[in-house]
Nanobody, 115 residues
């Protein structure tokens, strides 16, 4: 029943910034731990950032210090602020619960970092 829609991706130069949004059809962010995932062509999907229902955050070592995950409860939206982007950040980015629910995967949003 829950639908998640990712947006905000695009083409940026190395060192640039983007903010991704994950809009939910329901008020879920106070209930579930959530994560941002990404998948590059030929690579496995990986968790890059997470926020627990209590607000604790974690980051993959590859993005620590550059990415920030946050939630806006009133807007039913989760964000991923990405700074100092690198070519290796190029991927399709998705949001989902930390205990992944396969039916909740959206279309994702493409992030391409290239000069």
């Amino acid at each position: 029943q829950v639908q998640l829609v990712e947006s905000g991706g695009g083409l940026v130069r190395p060192g640039g910034s983007l903010t991704l949004s994950c809009a939910s059809s329901g008020s879920i962010f106070s209930i579930y731990g959530m994560g941002w995932y990404r998948q590059a062509p030929g690579k496995q999907r990986e968790l890059v950032a997470s926020v627990s229902s209590g607000g604790s955050t974690t980051y993959a070592d590859s993005v620590k210090g550059r990415f920030t995950i946050s939630r806006h409860y009133a807007k039913n939206t989760m964000y991923l602020q990405m700074n100092s982007l690198k070519p290796e950040d190029t991927a399709v980015y998705y949001c989902n619960t930390l205990q992944v629910r396969p039916s909740w995967w959206g279309q994702g949003t493409q992030v391409t970092v290239s000069s």
